[in-house]
């Protein structure tokens, strides 16, 4: 190191090294819904296998298919929802996974799997992380007030404009969610809650025309504090989202009770999956991810955490009794038949629905 | 000395060129160049893909089949559904009320302004640049935490008695919130233009009005108020557009029956996947505030 110049190289040099080191250190970028972990899962990860998380959260279907079909993510894992997940395939969003990297799979529930495979054919590109159902969820002293003893079980407390007339004062939230609400809409309309005619698709968004006059909001993310703080009476919702409102009461001990239900003529049952997009960087690590939160204990964990049901049977011995025994997030197998999915809406069907939710929307 | 020839090099000057050069460079880079990307997509039909529209541009080669596979589809489908026109319709006018709104609360600012003490000029600038060292979205979130039936507005009027205990001010998630919003947001916007206008202001003006017995009132609508026009225009033009096109304020304070043609974008892009739709969107967006403000730039300069 004689010269003052060479001794700049070797510090660059060294420099230099360093960097790569540090590239070389294992990273998995994920990209889950919000509020959906319990953020100790990634910690304890990357203790027992060394490798990073660099989580990131979106609040909507539509964010993360937007950004994937753009291409160049930078996410190693995705948690699409069933119908985008099917949409995402086609348009080769995914890579298929490497089953011989996966050993937990075998932990996964085969009812669950078989639903899912609807949406990927043999279970080729994704595993089930939640799934739940789009029900009621209700302040129960609220709705007693306005409506007696008549019991809560039925999609007419809600479609049912002389009904909905009444909750009017005390708040109605519907759920930001066209893609469920149409199905449900159809499903209690006796009609396919799959269908993608476009005159079922008016007929459905009759179903919510009719009670926007008595609708507060239209949200998917705020009506979990609203219904909380008794700001609305009763909301169409995910059934993690009304129990996260109903721990969220017990906690600010305000005295809303709050209580989810799963309607007689049945409901949309719906899956967020784990999947690796096909420019994902960091495949190796991607699947050690997943193979982890397939580890019964790690994702019962999950489930304690979030409320909603896992996909995972072998993990149910883990769950918190509560969690498990509760009907609504675990429906028996009687309940569970009645329970439909569908599969993606597209082009001109669409198109009906986006254009005749909107209108619902600005209430024209 | 004006007649004098202009010294040689400068016309051979590559320097010269490179001056008149940049501005162009510019424009085609940053203006020009994702126009035509938009427009192109615009033309193009949305698929299941990656990206999710074809055709895609695939190199020169096969640009006689990429060609012939445009059409102005996605343009009728604007004029047939009448939920676009609305939101246009709809933008306009929100984007037309908040401009006059914020004249009238920026244009005594930035009078007061001009007319202080220049003592104290340096820090009322400082006031109204002042709330742009805060994140632009922290500042839309906050008028949420004010503006919410159990928010800060509604505990104040009900702790100083306006309000009922059990009543709660309904204006978040309407259109009012909006307006709010885009006036708090926009107001710097308007406020510095004006003021730089006002402080050139001639004072010597005015003083000469007010010897020839003209009232002080009289004297600002006949002198103040038409010099600084070039600095009401600015202003109006400055908010005017970008509210237009606004999405994050509607879409935080506004309610679901909230139209303005941002939104209606966002869907399209979003909800719908359909970017061809949506650039199409975009470009009628583009021209509806170009083509009058081009016209209007030519007529004052013919007036001029």
């Given at each position: 190191m004689k010269s003052p110049m060479l001794r700049m190289l070797a510090l660059a040099v060294s420099a230099l090294a360093a960097t790569a080191a540090a590239a070389q250190e294992r990273e998995v970028h994920v990209y889950n819904w919000s509020d959906y972990i319990d953020p100790s899962i990634l910690e304890d990860f990357t203790k027992e296998t060394g490798i990073k998380v660099v989580y990131d959260v979106f609040d909507d279907n539509s964010l993360l298919e937007t950004k994937l079909l753009a291409g160049g993510s930078g996410y190693d894992v995705v948690v699409p929802t069933g119908p985008f997940l099917q949409r995402q395939i086609k348009a080769g969003v995914y890579r298929k996974l490497d089953k011989s990297k996966l050993p937990n799979i075998s932990n996964m529930w085969p009812e669950v799997m078989t639903r899912l495979a609807k949406y990927d054919k043999d279970n080729e590109h994704a595993v089930n992380y939640m799934w739940g159902t789009t029900g009621i969820g209700y302040n129960i002293d609220k709705i007693k007030a306005v409506l007696g003893d008549t019991p809560i079980d039925s999609w007419d407390v809600l479609f049912k404009p002389e009904n909905a007339a009444k909750l009017k004062a005390c708040g109605i939230n519907v759920l930001d969610a066209p893609d469920e609400t149409f199905a449900i809409a159809?499903?209690?309309?006796?009609?396919?809650?799959?269908?993608?005619?476009?005159?079922?698709?008016?007929?459905?968004?009759?179903?919510?025309?009719?009670?926007?006059?008595?609708?507060?909001?239209?949200?998917?993310?705020?009506?979990?504090?609203?219904?909380?703080?008794?700001?609305?009476?009763?909301?169409?919702?995910?059934?993690?989202?009304?129990?996260?409102?109903?721990?969220?009461?017990?906690?600010?001990?305000?005295?809303?009770?709050?209580n989810y239900v799963i309607p007689k003529e049945g409901t949309y049952m719906w899956f967020d999956n784990l999947a690796i997009p096909a420019d994902a960087k960091n495949v190796e690590e991607a699947h050690a991810f997943i193979n982890y939160l397939m580890k019964p204990e790690v994702i019962a964990k999950a489930s304690n955490y979030v409320q909603y049901a896992n996909g995972n049977l072998a993990s149910q011995q883990f769950v918190d009794k509560e969690i498990l025994d509760n009907p609504s997030v675990y429906p028996t197998k009687e309940v569970l038949g009645r329970l439909f999915t569908i599969s993606p809406y597209e082009g001109k069907s669409q198109k009906e629905v986006t254009s005749v939710w909107t209108k619902f929307k600005n209430g024209r | 000395m004006?007649?004098?020839?202009?010294?040689?090099?400068?016309?051979?000057s590559p320097l010269r060129w490179l001056v008149v050069i940049i501005p162009y460079l510019w424009l085609v880079l940053f203006f020009a160049a994702p126009f035509l990307i938009i427009f192109k997509i615009s033309l193009s039909d949305s698929a299941i893909?990656?990206?999710?529209?074809?055709?895609?541009?695939e190199g020169f080669g096969k640009l006689g089949d990429f060609l012939s596979a445009l059409d102005f589809e996605n343009y009728q489908s604007l004029v047939e559904d009448s939920l676009y026109l609305a939101a246009y319709l709809s933008s306009l006018r929100i984007a037309l009320i908040s401009t006059l709104l914020l004249l009238l609360i920026g244009y005594?600012?930035?009078?007061?302004?001009?007319?202080?003490?220049?003592?104290?000029?340096p820090t009322l600038m400082m006031m109204v640049i002042l709330p742009f060292w805060t994140s632009f979205l922290i500042r839309v979130y906050a008028w949420i935490g004010i503006l919410k039936p159990e928010g800060l507005l509604t505990v104040a009027l009900q702790a100083v008695g306006l309000l009922a205990p059990d009543q709660q001010v309904e204006i978040y998630r309407t259109d009012y919130a909006v307006f709010i919003g885009i006036v708090y947001s926009y107001l710097p916007f308007m406020v510095l233009p004006l003021y730089a206008t006002l402080e050139k202001l001639d004072g010597t003006l005015l003083e000469a009005a007010s010897d020839l017995g003209c009232p002080p009132w009289k004297a600002f609508w006949r002198i103040t108020f038409p010099l600084s026009l070039p600095g009401v225009i600015?202003?109006?033009?400055?908010?005017?557009?970008?509210?237009?096109?606004?999405?994050?304020i509607p879409d935080l304070l506004g309610g679901p029956e909230t139209l303005m043609i941002g939104r209606t974008l966002w869907v399209e892009f979003f909800g719908n996947r359909d970017w061809p739709l949506a650039s199409a969107v975009a470009v009628v967006l583009l021209l509806a505030l170009v083509v009058p403000i081009v016209i209007f730039q030519n007529q004052q300069q013919k007036v001029g």
């Open positions: 159809l499903n209690y309309l006796h009609k396919d809650p799959n269908s993608k005619e476009i005159a079922d698709i008016r007929a459905a968004g009759e179903v919510y025309s009719k009670i926007r006059p008595y609708a507060r909001s239209i949200n998917s993310a705020a009506y979990i504090n609203d219904l909380a703080n008794g700001d609305i009476c009763i909301t169409i919702g995910w059934s993690g989202d009304i129990l996260q409102a109903k721990k969220r009461a017990e906690e600010a001990k305000n005295g809303v009770k709050i | 004006a007649d004098a020839p202009a010294p040689s090099f400068a016309k051979a893909a990656m990206p999710p529209y074809e055709p895609v541009f005594p600012m930035a009078l007061a302004m001009a007319r202080a003490p220049s003592t104290i000029r600015a202003g109006a033009m400055i908010c005017f557009i970008p509210i237009t096109g606004e999405f994050v």
